[in-house]
Nanobody, 127 residues
């Protein structure tokens, strides 16, 4: 059964860091790009980052550039999102999803381009 499971969320103070993990099962992660999205209460789901199958191409939303880093370890079937210098506006449920193709395009932030979603992990940035 194809599955994506996010973990690593929690409560952190502004300026702090968290590392989210997205672990895949039921398919070969190597062949797919993976994206991270987030959704805050009352807001639409927002594309945060995407990493291509080889790891050679990454995309970031302007709001997280320079603070977040996406990476992957295909041997562990896991994609990571390292989040530094967190701000209260980063508070959201974070989701990972499998992209339909191997490489992230400039329109990686369209949810319609993803086939499978995890259940999400809550990130709360608050003092």
């Amino acid at each position: 059964q194809l599955q994506l499971v996010e973990s690593g969320g929690g409560l952190v103070q502004p300026g702090g860091s968290l590392r989210l993990s997205c672990t895949a099962s039921g398919f070969t992660l190597d062949y797919y790009a993976i994206g991270w999205f987030r959704q805050a209460p009352g807001k639409e789901r927002e594309g945060v980052s995407c990493i291509s199958s080889s790891g050679g191409r990454t995309n970031y939303a302007d709001s997280v550039k320079g603070r977040f880093t996406i990476s992957r370890d295909d041997a562990k079937s896991t994609v990571y999102l390292q989040m530094n210098s967190l701000k209260p506006e980063d508070t959201a449920v974070y989701y990972c999803a499998r992209y339909r193709w191997a490489y992230c395009s400039g329109s990686y932030y369209y949810t319609e381009h993803y086939e499978n979603w995890g259940q999400g992990t809550q990130v709360t940035v608050s003092s």
